[in-house]
């Protein structure tokens, strides 16, 4: 039997110092394809916008990329709906689930902090507020911020998750 880890399991209390969790092993799955498809499957079309809830949510990264985040589980399920409900019509679809770690920071100070490392405007009153995602750099690491009702979620490749928690706890 394999024992399975997240990226960050063995640094829960540094997370904790700045408010913030893992969310491990969320099925995340990376789609192409045109816009007519996307809008069909009620994908978000407008840039940097995220369509749908907690149980299962999309990201707009691009003018025809997407990026389907469920809970936890079976991504295969997530992978072989959407390949039947795209059809025949040009798209991938492709499991990323290992791709990213994902680190949820909470608290009234998460923006500031995360403002400590990033140079996007994370003031709610210009426009960052919950529905609203973003592809950028944290202290040099490339990321993936997604604006959450009462927090922040940072997708970031695990071989930069330790340096992105480090220069969090820096910047305390």
């Not at 799955?29 to 079309?45: M, Y």
């Not at 949510?57 to 809970?71: F, R, S, Y």
């Not at 604006?147 to 480090?166: C, H, Q, W």
């Given at each position: 039997?394999?024992?399975?880890?997240?990226?960050?399991?063995?640094?829960?209390?540094?997370?904790?110092?700045?408010?913030?969790?893992?969310?491990?092993?969320?099925?995340?799955?990376?789609?192409?394809?045109?816009?007519?498809?996307?809008?069909?499957?009620?994908?978000?079309?407008?840039?940097?916008?995220?369509?749908?809830?907690?149980?299962?949510?999309?990201?707009?990264?691009?003018?025809?990329?997407?990026?389907?985040?469920?809970?936890?589980?079976?991504?295969?399920?997530?992978?072989?709906?959407?390949?039947?409900?795209?059809?025949?019509?040009?798209?991938?679809?492709?499991?990323?689930?290992?791709?990213?770690?994902?680190?949820?920071?909470?608290?009234?100070?998460?923006?500031?902090?995360?403002?400590?490392?990033?140079?996007?405007?994370?003031?709610?009153?210009?426009?960052?507020?919950?529905?609203?995602?973003?592809?950028?750099?944290?202290?040099?690491?490339?990321?993936?911020?997604?604006?959450?009702?009462?927090?922040?979620?940072?997708?970031?490749?695990?071989?930069?998750?330790?340096?992105?928690?480090?220069?969090l706890l820096a910047s305390l």
């Amino acid at each position: 039997m394999v024992d399975v880890r997240s990226p960050l399991a063995h640094r829960a209390a540094a997370l904790a110092t700045f408010g913030a969790v893992e969310i491990p092993f969320l099925t995340q799955v990376d789609v192409r394809c045109g816009e007519t498809a996307a809008a069909r499957l009620g994908f978000p079309l407008e840039p940097n916008t995220v369509s749908g809830d907690m149980t299962r949510g999309v990201l707009w990264l691009g003018p025809d990329e997407w990026l389907v985040v469920g809970a936890p589980g079976d991504p295969d399920v997530v992978v072989t709906g959407l390949e039947a409900l795209l059809g025949d019509g040009h798209h991938a679809v492709v499991d990323v689930s290992g791709n990213r770690a994902v680190i949820e920071l909470r608290g009234p100070d998460r923006l500031a902090l995360l403002a400590s490392a990033c140079s996007l405007d994370l003031d709610p009153t210009g426009g960052w507020v919950p529905g609203v995602c973003a592809q950028t750099l944290l202290a040099r690491a490339q990321v993936i911020l997604q604006e959450l009702p009462d927090a922040t979620r940072v997708f970031v490749r695990p071989s930069f998750a330790g340096y992105v928690v480090d220069r969090l706890l820096a910047s305390l």
